[in-house]
């Protein structure tokens, strides 16, 4: 299992398509992927939980992976999150 915690830079946060690409690139591993906010956790692999979130510009997120590609999978997913524009 690996933890990071991440301040989201994406210029409208976690939102309609690019909440679906997050969700998209998510699913692509092969591993358990949860994304928490305010101590809220939800499956990052769900459209629904993700947007659920709502999370915004500027707040911090902590993403949790565990199994086969637990490395690779918050490495990616963290840097998603680090883009200002997507």
């Known amino acids: ?3 990071g915690k991440i ?3 994406l210029q409208y946060g ?3 398509r690019i909440a679906a690409k997050f969700v998209q690139l998510a699913s692509s591993f092969n591993s358990g992927i949860n994304l928490i906010k305010n ?3 939800v499956d990052a692999k769900s459209i629904m939980g993700v947007m659920s979130l709502e999370v915004r510009k500027g707040e911090e997120v902590t993403i949790i992976t ?3 590609e637990e490395q690779k999978a918050i490495a990616v997913l963290g840097d998603f999150l680090l883009r200002e524009n997507y």
């Open 7 to 9: 301040l989201v830079h």
């Open 39 to 41: 101590g809220r956790s």
């Open 66 to 68: 565990d199994g086969k």
């Open 14 to 16: 976690l939102q309609g």
């Open 1 to 3: 299992m690996v933890e």
